[in-house]
């Protein structure tokens, strides 16, 4: 099989190094010697391994993807930079003919499908990369539709903790709240309870200390009114590599989808967890 040019683009963030990390090993992928950085990097390239990566900053980007395009041909970008920055990247790469997987949370998620829909190109768009998760994300919506208000008068606490540098709420929190409000509890983003401090993580929480610098643990917790039952449901995540792994299965799908011809559609982790 012919190897699938990717840029990975957020470098030198820590996932976007996880990714790429994880396309220098495997044998389906080539890493594009680019990344697209933010503007706040001082750098002009970042080493990984025995590989330079060239960081573009946004500033002169529009004047180089021809040169890399005309360079790398066919190449599908995955982009982990920064919330700030998701809508106007989902912009160029529609502008410019790239098809993405895009794994940063944050932004304005229906401009950025409307922006993908309005364009010739398809794209992989999900808040958690990482298929377990997402799976559990789906057997609690199922549960969700099939049982509607199953836990009204019951109050819900949702707790997320990641690296001190994440900087928006968790996407996957963030979705689930939509679950718990059809099971007829109200609960607001806003409402999450969002740790980022290193010592409360490792003291109160028990994170291991090697994994601070990267993780993700999120616990629900379900309670009746008169407090005499409770529901709990944790997934906790040390590092980045589930995020890797499952952000590649889904450039594998994305490339599928290419070859089929399916411009201007967005995707999900469902679809590439359904493999359809």
Known sequence: ?????IMIN??????????AKHIIKDDRFELVQESLTGPEITEDEYKIDSHSIRLIRPDVRDGLIADIQKKEGLFISID??????????????????LPFV????????????????SSDIPAVIAPNMAKQIVAFQAMMEWCAETFPGIFKDYSLEIRE????????????ARA????????????????????????????????????LGG???????ITSNDKTVNFSFSHNINGRDIYSKGTLDAVIYLQKKINENHGGKVFTMIDVLKGI
């Open 10 to 19: 957020g470098i030198p963030g820590n996932v976007a190094v996880n990714v």
């Open 102 to 117: 895009m794994g940063t949370t944050g932004g304005d998620r229906k401009a950025i499908e409307e922006t993908v829909c």
């Open 1 to 5: 099989m012919e190897r699938i040019k």
């Open 215 to 221: 993780h993700g643990w999120h616990t629900y917790t």
């Open 161 to 172: 903790s990641h690296q001190k540098g994440k900087a928006d709420t968790s996407g996957t």
């Open 176 to 211: 689930m709240t939509t679950y718990f409000n059809k099971f007829g509890i109200p609960f607001t983003e806003d409402q999450i309870i969002m740790e980022r401090d290193p010592e409360k993580q490792k003291n109160e929480w028990g994170i291991p200390e090697e994994h």
């Open 80 to 97: 982990y930079t920064h919330p700030s920055a998701v809508n106007s990247n989902a912009e160029f790469y529609c502008n410019y003919g």
